[in-house]
């Protein structure tokens, strides 16, 4: 879990990269890089703090844990908090890949309905989840389990990650549209253009144009 140092930091004042900062000299190893989020694990190995500048998406899969914090398929959440100009950081205890054999077997149960109750529960309240954020939230996408999101915990059992998703296609063509419309929608995303996958898939053409269009929209 989060040392006392940092759990007396004002995390809502502060950005995602200097919530990373802060991590990295409290001795948490980068370990992996998604589309919108940034992955780091505990000294001691049994955490992995998730640092994203912008994903909506992911307050309804905490949304989802804390529904159902007792089901075996749900990762234990010990700590999150909104960060400055909408990101997000949450604590979960350390998932390992699966093997991907036995991590498609969980996926297709997921989509055909699950025999196991326990994983049956977490899909029907997912869906009720889906439902609510599909009629407030701009650029909604629904779920989206893939055999990455099925992950292994340390006791041995299986757990499911990240299983909601947002049209982040269509949401940065309205970008280039007309950012405004963007701000206006959703308020809380000064660094919507932080997220990995523009970093990592875009050329440099795509980001200058990207900044162009946010950036004109501030003055």
């Known amino acids: 879990m989060l040392s ?12 995602h990269r200097e919530a990373t900062a802060e991590l990295v000299l409290a001795g948490w190893t980068p370990c992996g890089v998604g589309d919108w989020a940034t992955g780091l694990r505990s000294p001691d190995g049994l955490w992995v703090a998730r ?3 912008f994903d909506p998406a992911y307050a309804a ?5 804390r529904r159902r914090p007792d089901n075996p398929y749900l990762p234990r ?9 909408g990101g997000t950081l949450a604590v979960l205890e350390f998932l390992a890949p699966l093997e991907p054999a036995r991590a498609e077997q969980v996926a ?3 989509r055909e309905g699950a025999a196991d109750p326990a994983l049956d529960e977490v899909r029907q309240a997912a869906a009720a ?33 990240d299983v909601f998703c947002m049209d982040g296609a269509s949401l940065y063509a309205q970008i280039l549209k007309d950012a405004g419309v963007v701000r206006e929608r959703l308020p809380d995303s ?7 996958y523009i970093a990592r898939e875009s050329t440099p053409e795509e980001i200058r144009a990207l900044h162009d269009a946010w950036t004109a929209t501030t003055g």
């Not at 959440?77 to 100009?85: I, K, N, R, Y």
């Open 190 to 196: 000064r660094h919507i253009l932080d997220i990995p």
């Open 77 to 85: 959440v010990a700590f999150d908090t909104p960060l400055d100009g």
């Open 61 to 65: 899969f905490l949304d989802l844990c």
């Open 51 to 53: 640092v994203c500048p």
């Open 4 to 15: 006392d140092a940092l759990l007396d930091l004002l995390w809502p004042s502060i950005t």
């Open 108 to 110: 297709r149960q997921w």
């Open 129 to 161: 989840v889906d439902t609510e954020y599909r009629a407030r939230m701009p650029w909604w996408d629904g779920i989206d389990l893939n055999t990455g999101n099925v992950r292994l915990a340390l006791d041995g059992r299986v757990a499911v990650i």
